[in-house]
């Protein structure tokens, strides 16, 4: 059987966990070093699979070695955004987390694929990425599909249209500089630049850019969880079960879209081996600026770090 781990059981480890249990994608290890947390998590899930007629398949633990044998590892331990905090502000502290996880991954689960939720998620993908020594195709980060998720939702609601008809995709860094891509978006089949006015699209973008923070102002004490974590289990699902979908994430770039040397959010497919490609396709010139913008804003955080 296939297991998992998730490094974190907060709110979105312990959703995390649940959704893949849900999925049956196989064991799950749920991993917190607060003593009890990860294992009354574990209890409370494996009791609610029963009544889904699912065997119980997550255990709790306060060792990450436990994480040893996993095909996946989810990241999602470290602080959340308190209100008016940037992802970028949690950076101080959790890079310190990310790099004591990242050394024990390695130890524990050497062959591994490493999915990092943790924000600032496109730093942190690259500092795991230094502290594994990894390769590149095995670690990589979770926000297109959330961002993604966010400008879907936005475009639903004012169109009034089911969301199931909505093919979309939000590319670049997982904060205020993502780009969404609304000339490669359609709504079955029907471009969507024909469908809504450029001022009111403007309106949606910048709310999807903030979407995030939206969700920090109404919660106060924590930030979002069901979307990130649901979104981290599909990228999961797909590396599991080698279903070579084709997701927005961060991974590592050395020269596709001209960029080079730093996470940042792009199109790619992903199998049994993690990232199998990246895939590239043509941006109105206006995106492909903004997404240089974002990339180089990553790249100036990452030079600025002592690894």
Known sequence: MNKISIIGAGHVGGHTAFFCAQKELGSVA?????EGLAKGKALDQNQALGLLGINPLIYGSEDIADIQGSRVIIVTCGIARKPGMTREELLKINLSIIKDVSQKI?????????????NPVDILSYACMRYTNFPKNRVLGQAGILDSSRFLYNLS????????DINTMVLGGHGDTMVPIPEHTTVSGVPLL???SEDVLDVLIEKTRKGGAEIVAHLKETSAYYAPALSAVLMAESIIKDKNRLFPCSVFVEGEYGLNGAFI??????????????????LPSKREEELKRSFEFYINKINSINF
Request: glycine letters at 4%.
């Open 194 to 196: 024909q469908l809504i």
């Open 265 to 282: 959010g792009l199109p790619v497919l992903l199998d049994k081996y993690g990232v199998k490609e990246i895939i590239k396709f043509e």
């Open 157 to 164: 609601k004012e169109l009034n249209l089911s969301s199931a």
């Open 30 to 34: 749920l991993i917190d070093i607060k």
């Open 106 to 118: 390695k130890v524990h689960a050497p062959e591994s694929i490493v999915i990092m939720v943790t």
